[in-house]
Each structure stands twice: as C-alpha cells, then as structure tokens.
C-alpha cells in the first residue's frame, strides 16, 4: 500500500496511473475504520483498478468543538485494517496540506439540500463538508467515488456538489452497515458507555416499527408515535425524527405513491450523537 501525506506527490502518483488508462475509486473518510468502511473499499476494488482511501478529520464539519478533539483517531489499527483487503493507495493529509492558515469552510447552496435535518442542527456542517470533499474530489480525481447510506443527507449533498461544480466523478450509495443487534455501524460507537451501547439498539427497532407504521399514520401521526416511543427510553433522548422525500429531503405534506420515502432520525447516547435512517 502506497501511503501519501503530501497532495503534490498524490496527484502526481494518480497522474502517471490514468495515463496508463487506470479507473480511480476513491472511499473518503475520518478514520476509525470498521466494516461499513471496508465494505465500500471492497466495492471500490472490485469496480476499479486503483483505490484510495483518506483519512481526515475534517475540522470545518464539527459544530462541537469536543465532539473533534474526542473523535476517535486509531491510524496505526486502520493502517492494518487498509493493508488487510489490499487497499492500493492512503492519503493521510495534516490539517495544514488541506487548509494551509486558513482553517474556515467554503460556502455552498446546494439547493436547499443542506437546511434540512442534519443542516438545521448543525449549523455549518455541510459547508464543512462540501469543502472538504470538493477539495479531496480536485486532489484524487476519482473515476466512482463511494459513501455509505447512514449518512443518506450527505450522500445527497455530494451528489449535488458533483453536479453543481461539474466535477466528474461519479457518487455512489451503498447499504448502511450494522452490529449483529442492528445498531448502524459509526465511528462514534467506540465512545459509547456499556449502558448506553445496550440500550442504542432501540433506535434501529424503532426505524423498523416506524417503517411498518408508516402507511397507516400520516407523518404528523408517525413522528408523535416515535417521540412517545423515546419519551420511555431513559438513556436515549430524540433530537429528530422525520420522514422526508429522498430526493428534495423535505418532509412531505401528503404522501405520493410515485416518489421514494425515507425515516431519518437523530439521538443522543449520553454526549455521543447517533444517527440513523430507513427506507420506506
């Protein structure tokens, strides 16, 4: 595995690799790897004859300035983890390469995309985000660019930045991960207490209920039953459930049986935020 800190040489190195006609898949990430992770390289491998993966910790996403500096950076484990499926290239950037002095996210409108959910929460965020993947997006140059579905928002924010800033690459979801009991694969679980892991299982069950619900409520209904449902849960408090179209991410007044729907729903753990989502 090649392991690059440096743009120039990066760039230089993907250069020589498509003059000799080779496809690029790129899996952007913060680090602390786990399954989702490696299955998005796995696809990669399989689709591409070069892969590069990153991991850094974007400092322009975080509204919470603690969330950041807890956030998990295990890079001798995930370097192991990179080598055992056979991940080509790892670019591994310091704050400085990406932002230089100046540490201050990039602007977006993607639409209005980025005002819902996650956007109304965090304000910020996917400025934060838009940043950092456009900025990884002009380094890599990637042929497919693969990002897991847990972070569905998101994943439709780059989309659109793809094609608002006409940069060519193709974005691809792929399914959500998760632990034996449901609980959706995330970085942040390693942080979770022995309590609060056992009881964050809960939220995935309600998704599920909520999917078989959904049909039979109408989504004022639907989101009432799911905030009554958190109300007896001690250890886990709602910051969000919505439904929301897939494409616009805006909740829907009446429900169309052309259009794809999806539960997106947000909760603290304690001071660890979970998010998760089903289609339904």
């Known amino acids: 595995m090649n392991i690059f800190n440096s743009k120039s040489e990066l760039k230089a190195f993907l250069i020589q690799q498509k003059e000799?006609?080779?496809?690029?898949?790129?899996?952007?990430?913060?680090?602390?790897?786990h399954k989702g992770h490696l299955s998005l390289i796995k696809r990669a491998k399989k689709q591409n004859d070069i892969t590069v993966v990153s991991i850094f910790v974007n400092p322009t996403q975080f509204?919470?300035?603690?969330?950041?500096?807890?956030?998990?950076?295990?890079?001798?484990?995930?370097?192991?983890?990179?080598?055992k499926v056979a991940c080509d290239v790892l670019f591994t950037p310091s704050v400085n390469e990406i932002y230089a002095d100046d540490i201050i996210a990039q602007k977006f409108d993607?639409?209005?995309?980025?005002?819902?959910?996650?956007?109304?929460?965090?304000?910020?965020?996917?400025d934060g985000?838009?940043?950092?993947?456009?900025?990884?997006?002009?380094?890599?140059?990637?042929?497919?660019?693969?990002?897991?579905?847990?972070?569905?928002?998101?994943?439709q924010i780059i989309k659109k930045l793809a094609k608002k800033y006409h940069i060519p690459v193709k974005v691809k979801g792929r399914p959500i991960f998760r632990e034996d009991d449901g609980?959706?694969?995330?970085?942040?679980?390693?942080?979770?207490?022995?309590?609060?892991?056992?009881?964050?299982p809960f939220i995935y069950k309600t998704l599920k209920?909520?999917?078989?619900?959904?049909?039979?409520?109408?989504?004022?209904?639907?989101?009432?039953?799911?905030?009554?449902?958190?109300?007896?849960?001690?250890l886990l408090e709602l910051e969000y459930f919505t439904i929301a179209d897939e494409e616009t991410l805006q909740t829907p007044k009446v429900i169309e049986s052309n259009k794809k729907y999806r539960a997106f729903i947000a909760?603290?753990?304690?001071?660890?935020?979970?998010?998760?989502?089903?289609?339904?």
């Open 183 to 200: 609980l959706a694969m995330s970085s942040r679980n390693v942080r979770l207490t022995k309590e609060h892991r056992e009881a964050a």
């Open 20 to 33: 000799e006609g080779k496809t690029i898949g790129f899996v952007p990430t913060m680090g602390a790897l």
């Open 129 to 155: 985000v838009g940043t950092i993947v456009k900025s990884l997006f002009e380094i890599v140059e990637p042929t497919v660019a693969y990002f897991g579905k847990k972070d569905f928002q998101q994943l």
């Open 63 to 83: 509204d919470n300035k603690e969330d950041l500096e807890k956030y998990p950076q295990p890079l001798d484990n995930d370097i192991k983890l990179l080598k």
């Open 209 to 234: 209920k909520a999917k078989k619900k959904f049909g039979t409520k109408n989504v004022n209904e639907l989101e009432q039953w799911v905030e009554k449902q958190f109300k007896k849960q001690d």
């Open 110 to 126: 993607f639409d209005g995309l980025e005002n819902q959910m996650e956007g109304r929460y965090r304000k910020g965020h996917f």
């Open 267 to 280: 909760v603290f753990a304690g001071d660890i935020r979970l998010i998760d989502n089903i289609g339904l």
